[in-house]
């Protein structure tokens, strides 16, 4: 059984259930997905998570996320599209995915000497992205890779042999030494907070070659998925059920429950008792922690209780009038202050209208919004305060104010427009996603180490999801659930399933 219907749950319980196991998915929530997930409200459907996309609709894609649906049969309906809107001190502008676009927008803001510098630096990422390309993310845990698959993939990097220590290092190392301009190391340094949840000295040099390897393509483009993350949720649970996978909502997990170190089975919070030869537990690590019994809790390593966590987030979901609103940005990426620091509290915001391509996530008429500082809301200052009192909701609405600002240089008179608005905190993100203070994960610097792999002390107890190797993020989600299908399954019976892939 699989604790947890988060998209690594999801792609989990889909491998195994194509492989031919029983599986059941325990979910605490009364709808399934985890963070990705959609809620209606006054006929406006609200985003609570992911909002970038891409790797969906080509089954021959390297996107582990893409490469399960493939497997499963399931197709979702995509709009593509290219760009989003950015407003920095320096300037606010448009600017697509893709190699060109970012040079033109270099030269017009920066001049001739960080264009030859940020030419230097992709030369120098590019490598690395070659690298990427040769390393199919569904079958490369390091955790399943036997002798002789390490020397296939060994040969096969040779050509960049001399670069392949760098993908374990932060992407730091690679930025500074090629990027003096501010504007430039800045904007490296957002594009690594938005994927890890920390700077670019960080974040895992991996996880960024392969984003640059993606949106600096000349091909590159976004996909949306017509009706939201929902759509993607329920194309992996369709290609679960359809292959026997079964899906428990409101059945929150109390504890796993043991015999000496043999896990038999989880108790639930009504105290129902489900019995299981495996457990995966598709949760945050300290959320797992919580499920394992006292007196056996020392088994884990003194390393994992003291991983820091990333900080939390604050939300606006708006439905607005779109009367006479032309051009709107389907995303937009908001920065205050460079000097304060790419992590500093309420200082970078998103923003998404998904109704822009998709007519259907709002009434006629109208456009829906979901926006959220990063990872950068500090749990702290909420921590002691309860839901629906005075001193939580004033603060709420003061914290919740710096969405405003950038609204109103997108929309001038969003004042007037706002029909539906509701508000979010790290209380309430922690309440409906089920995670540790509300946060974004494991702030696990890639200066030190990897993140922790699926295994824990116990055989028979598994892992996935964000808090496990390759780390935070859809695709790298989506690739922790193949690493413990492939586990529990066996090489042999995991390989003749993934043969199917191109």
């Known amino acids: 059984m699989i604790i947890g219907s988060g998209i690594g749950g999801l792609c989990c319980g889909g491998l195994l259930a194509l492989g031919g196991k029983k599986v059941l998915i325990c979910e605490s929530h009364s709808k399934p997905g985890g963070v990705a997930h959609t809620f209606t409200r006054s006929g406006y459907k609200f985003e609570s998570g992911p909002s970038l996309w891409n790797g969906l609709e080509c089954p021959t894609n390297t996107s582990p996320l893409g490469q399960i649906l493939d497997l499963l049969e399931e197709s979702i309906e995509v709009k593509k599209y290219k760009g989003w809107k950015v407003l920095v001190p320096e300037a606010e502008f448009e600017l697509e995915v893709g190699d060109s ?48 698959e390490i020397l296939k993939l060994s040969i096969q990097f040779l050509p960049e042999i001399n670069h392949a220590n760098k993908l374990r290092k932060g992407f730091g190392e690679i930025a500074n030494k090629f990027l003096t301009d501010p504007f430039l190391n800045n904007w490296v340094d957002l594009l690594s907070f938005l994927i890890s949840g920390m700077s670019m000295d960080d974040t895992n040099t991996a996880a960024m070659a392969t984003l640059f390897n993606e949106w600096f393509n000349p091909n590159a483009h976004l996909e949306y998925p017509l009706g939201g993350s929902e759509s993607v949720v329920n194309a992996l649970l369709r290609g679960f059920k359809k292959n026997g996978g079964k899906l428990l909502l409101s059945s929150k997990v109390k504890n796993i429950n043991f015999t000496k170190d043999f896990a038999t089975g989880v108790t639930l919070k009504n105290n129902a008792i489900i019995n299981s030869k495996f457990i995966v537990a598709n949760c945050d690590i300290w959320n797992k922690h919580s499920l394992i019994p006292s007196h056996l809790i020392s088994k884990f390593k003194t390393r994992e209780f003291s991983i820091e966590k990333c900080k939390s987030f604050l939300h606006i979901h708006l439905g607005f009038d779109a009367a006479n609103i032309k051009d709107l940005p389907i ?15 309420r200082n970078i915001a998103v923003f998404s209208i998904p109704s822009v391509l998709d007519p259907s996530m709002s009434p006629k008429g109208k456009h829906v919004l979901h926006g959220y500082t990063p990872a950068n809301e500090p749990w702290e200052i909420w921590k002691n305060l309860k839901p629906n009192t005075k001193e939580y909701n004033d603060l709420k609405v003061e914290r919740c104010e710096v969405f405003m600002k950038p609204l109103r240089k997108i929309i001038p008179d969003i004042d007037k427009r706002i029909e539906l608005k509701m508000l979010g905190t790290p209380v309430t993100h922690q309440r409906f996603t089920n995670t540790h203070c509300g946060s974004y994960g494991p702030a696990i610097s890639a200066r030190e180490s990897l ?20 780390g935070i993020g859809i695709p790298a989600v989506a690739a922790s659930g193949a690493y413990t299908a492939e586990a529990i399954l066996g090489k042999k019976e995991f390989k003749e399933i993934i043969s199917k892939l191109n």
């Open 451 to 470: 993140f922790p792999g699926y295994k824990t002390p116990f055989r028979n107890v598994l892992a996935c999801g964000a808090s496990t190797f390759p």
């Open 331 to 345: 995303h937009t990426i908001w920065v205050d202050d460079w000097k304060r620091g790419i992590t500093a509290d």
């Open 101 to 148: 676009p970012f040079r033109k927008k270099i030269q017009e803001l920066r001049g001739d000497e960080a264009l030859n510098q940020w030419d230097s630096f992709i030369e120098a990422v590019r490598p690395l992205s070659r690298i990427i390309d040769k390393m199919p993310l569904l079958t490369t845990s390091p955790e399943n890779l036997n002798l002789q």
